[in-house]
């Protein structure tokens, strides 16, 4: 069963950049078919995708993010990060890691999910 754990600092400065990483095991960050996620959780609201890298390193992002958000791999290490600069206190957030696993179709098969790291915004 694949494991993620995040990983990062918890306390960030206005206009500064946050970074996480989500260490995976039980299962390689290059397995077909798989989509390695970033996910947050603004207080009070639902879930919001970020992006993600996919199983061959390509990458897609949130179109409301795109601009401030990078998300890149390091297969020697089996880990992915994030990257989202000039936060304000609106990113404060719980911010989860988690894989999507597909069927070569692209039926979604299941997901996993790490226990997601609050990170706050302020000065």
């Known amino acids: 069963q694949v494991q993620l754990q995040e990983s990062g600092p918890g306390l960030v400065k206005p206009s500064q950049t946050l970074s996480l990483t989500c260490t995976v095991s039980?299962?390689?960050?290059?397995?077909?078919?798989?989509?390695w996620n970033w996910i947050r959780q603004l207080p009070g609201k639902g879930l919001e995708w970020m992006g993600l890298?996919?199983?061959?390193?390509?990458?897609y992002y949130s179109p409301s993010l795109k601009s401030r958000t990078s998300i890149f791999r390091d297969t020697s290490k089996n880990q992915f990060s994030l990257q989202l600069s000039s936060v304000t206190p609106e990113d404060t957030a719980v911010y989860y890691c988690n894989v999507a696993t597909y069927s070569p179709a692209g039926l979604l098969r299941g997901d996993y999910w790490g226990q997601g790291t609050q990170v706050t915004v302020s000065s």
């Open positions: 890298v996919a199983y061959d390193g390509s990458t």
């Open positions: 039980g299962g390689s960050i290059t397995t077909n078919f798989y989509a």
